[in-house]
């Protein structure tokens, strides 16, 4: 699975975009699909992966999956200036209910650059 996002750029605090990242490949809907984020001189980190939101994106941001069109998007709304990073987005084959880890996804896209000016 090739993934591919994209949808990034500069914001104002308190605004919205949504990333896109699209899949390659047949078998995208036996994937569960999730965003992390990387800040400089953070660790990665998850954003969100089906119903599962990092406790400080939770009611701002949503992900949904088109299976037909193999994509995967994240609406970012009420933006902040902490959610500065490079948005990644990846794909795992393990389904369960609890937090990822980064160690967790077996695929991953290129980075996109999220940039939120206060």
């Known amino acids: 699975v090739q993934l591919q996002a994209s949808g990034g750029g500069l914001v104002q605090a308190g605004g919205s975009l949504r990333l896109s990242c699209a899949a390659s490949g047949r078998t995208f809907s036996s994937y569960s699909m999730g965003w992390f984020r990387q800040a400089p001189g953070k660790e990665r980190e998850l954003v969100g992966i089906?119903?599962i939101y990092a406790d400080s994106v939770k009611g701002r941001f949503t992900i949904s999956r088109d299976n037909a069109k193999n994509t995967v998007y994240l609406q970012m709304n009420s933006l902040k200036p902490e959610d500065t990073a490079a948005y990644y987005c990846?794909?795992?084959?393990?389904?369960?209910?609890?937090?990822?880890?980064?160690?967790?996804?077996?695929?991953w896209g290129k980075g996109t650059q999220v940039t939120v000016s206060s």
């Open positions: 990846a794909a795992s084959n393990i389904w369960k209910n609890t937090y990822y880890a980064p160690g967790d996804m077996y695929y």
């Open positions: 089906g119903a």
